[in-house]
């Protein structure tokens, strides 16, 4: 699993375990700290407002196709739960702070690329994350 491969303490597959249960469990009842919902898939919207903590926040990145229904009441509002649209990006700020965090040694992305292409070949590579085959592809250009 490449999220345990660059260090992740606990890995959840939401198609294998109740994904909410699983986060109560692990964090003692409380939920997380942070949501950081990237997808747009409408539960996994859903089920990231369920296990936020109360107080936590919320930063919404994904765009989903379709209206996704909330318990306001008690994922949001009775938390007290901060929660914030991402359109776009803080690019310098997050260049110094990945910057620091590669010099660091803190951050390994070589598992993120489990797949390298010559440019060239971007028409194979695109099939293959196409079809579920690769997650991401480094193109490179030349040999």
């Given at each position: ?8 303490d ?7 375990e ?6 109560l ?17 409408p539960t996994?919207?859903q ?12 930063s ?22 901060t929660?914030q649209?991402?359109?776009g ?17 803190r ?14 070949n ?16 480094l ?5």
């Amino acid at each position: 699993m490449m999220a345990k491969t660059m260090g992740a303490d606990v890995v959840i597959n939401p198609a294998a375990e109740d994904s909410v249960a699983r986060i109560l469990r692990e964090t003692d009842g409380t939920g997380v700290d942070a949501l950081l919902e990237m997808s747009g898939n409408p539960t996994a919207i859903q089920q990231g407002f369920k296990s936020l903590r109360a107080g936590g926040r919320a930063s919404l990145l994904g765009i989903p196709t379709e209206n996704v229904p909330l318990d306001l009441v008690n994922d949001v509002i009775f938390k007290g739960a901060t929660v914030q649209g991402i359109y776009g990006r803080r690019m310098y700020e997050t260049w110094v702070q990945m910057t620091a965090l590669l010099k660091a040694g803190r951050l390994n992305l070589e598992p993120l690329f489990g797949e390298k292409a010559q440019l060239e070949n971007f028409e194979g590579a695109f099939a293959k994350l196409q079809g579920g085959l690769a997650g991401k592809i480094l193109l490179f250009p030349g040999a």
